[in-house]
C-alpha cells in the first residue's frame, strides 16, 4: 500500500509487519472483495490504451496482474509497494504465471524512476498512506510521460463506509487502547476530503484534475467472516498478538457485529470512494 518511509514511520513498521502479513495471508478474500475496483481501473487502462502502466500501492498485485492481461505481451505493468511480504507474494505469482509485470519494493515518494517512462499511472486504494502526498505525487508526476493518465480510487470518509468501522466500533469496550482514527493523517482515509486531494495534485503538478464519488457494491464469502475480523485492520493487527480468553470472545463480539452485512451466504457492503482523474502536463515539468 505505497507509502513513504520515514525514520521511525509507523506506516512503514506496519506494513512490513502485521499489516503485510494479514493482507498475504488473506489475500484472496481482499482480492475477491475489491475486484470490483479493480475492474474499474482495467477498463480506465483499456480506454486510455496505455502500453506502459505503473500501479502504485500493488499489495499483492491483483490489479497490477489484471492489468497486464489487457496490455498483452506489447506492454508492460508494473507495481510498486514499500511491504516486502506483500511484493514477495507478488514477485512469487508472476513467476509462476511468466507475465509481463515487474513489481518494485521502494518508497514510492523517493525512488528514483527513470523519467517519462509511463504513459499511465493507476493505484487501487494505495496512495492514502505517503507521510507527505504532494511531494510523492511529483515524483509521480516526473515518472509520467508528457500527456499520461493518472487515475485512482480512494476511499472517502470513515461516516460513509460504516462497514470499515464495525470491527472497531464493536470491539472499543473490550479493546480500550484501540488506537482511534486521525482525519488527514496516512491511513485508510487519509484523502477523504475532496479539496485536500485537489490541492495535493494540483501543488504537485498534475493538470486536469476530476474527483468524483463512486458507490461500488463489494462482498465476500461469509464462511470468510472470522478470518477477515481476525487478520485485518486497527482490530485484526492487536487480534495477532493477543491471548486467549481476550482473543475468542474479541471475534465473536465483532463477528456479531456484521450481522446486518449478511445475506443469505454472503457478506454485502457499499464502498464509497472517489474516483480520481488528472493528467501529466503536456510538456515536461521539471522540478
Known amino acids: 500500500m505505497g507509502v513513504a518511509p520515514q525514520a521511525g514511520d509507523e506506516q512503514v513498521k506496519l506494513w512490513n509487519g502485521a499489516a503485510g502479513r494479514a493482507w498475504v495471508e488473506a489475500r484472496d478474500v481482499l482480492e ?54 506483500m511484493i ?7 513467476e509462476r504465471e511468466g507475465r509481463p509485470v515487474s513489481f518494485i519494493c ?17 493505484s487501487r486504494l494505495g496512495v492514502m498512506f505517503f507521510a507527505d502526498p504532494a511531494q510523492a505525487f ?12 493518472l ?12 462497514f ?14 484501540l488506537p482511534a482514527r486521525r482525519p488527514d493523517a496516512p ?21 486536469a484534475i476530476a474527483i468524483d464519488p463512486v458507490d461500488v457494491a463489494l ?22 498478538t493477543m491471548e486467549e480468553p481476550l482473543r475468542t470472545q474479541v471475534i465473536e463480539t465483532v463477528r456479531g457485529a456484521f450481522d446486518r452485512y449478511t445475506h443469505g451466504t454472503g457478506i454485502r457492503f457499499t464502498a464509497a470512494c472517489w474516483m480520481v482523474a488528472a493528467r501529466a502536463p503536456a510538456l515536461a515539468v521539471h522540478g
Open 187 to 207: 491511513g485508510q482515509f487519509g484523502f477523504a476530503d475532496r479539496k485536500r486531494v485537489e490541492t495535493i495534485l494540483e501543488d504537485s503538478g498534475w493538470d
Open 219 to 240: 462482498g465476500f464469502p461469509a464462511s470468510q467472516l472470522t478470518r477477515y475480523v481476525s487478520w485485518l485492520g486497527p482490530v485484526g493487527t492487536m487480534l495477532q
Open 32 to 85: 475477491g472483495m475489491f475486484r470490483p475496483l479493480e475492474e474499474l481501473l482495467v477498463r480506465a487502462v483499456s480506454d486510455a490504451a496505455a502500453s506502459s502502466v505503473l500501479d502504485i500501492g500493488c499489495g499483492t498485485g491483483a490489479t497490477t496482474f489484471a492489468v497486464a492481461r489487457v496490455l498483452g505481451r506489447q506492454g508492460l505493468c508494473t507495481g510498486i509497494d514499500i511491504s516486502e511480504p
Open 106 to 122: 521502494a518508497d514510492v515518494q523517493t525512488y528514483p524512476f527513470a523519467p517519462a517512462s509511463f504513459d499511465m499511472i493507476i
Open 88 to 94: 514477495a507474494a507478488a514477485r512469487a505469482r508472476a
Open 138 to 149: 511529483a515524483n509521480l508526476r516526473r515518472a509520467a510521460r508528457p500527456g499520461a493518465a
Open 164 to 177: 470499515m468501522t464495525t470491527a472497531e466500533q464493536a470491539a472499543k469496550p473490550l479493546l480500550p487502547d
Open 151 to 162: 487515475r485512482f480510487i480512494a476511499w472517502r470518509g470513515a461516516a460513509e463506509n460504516p
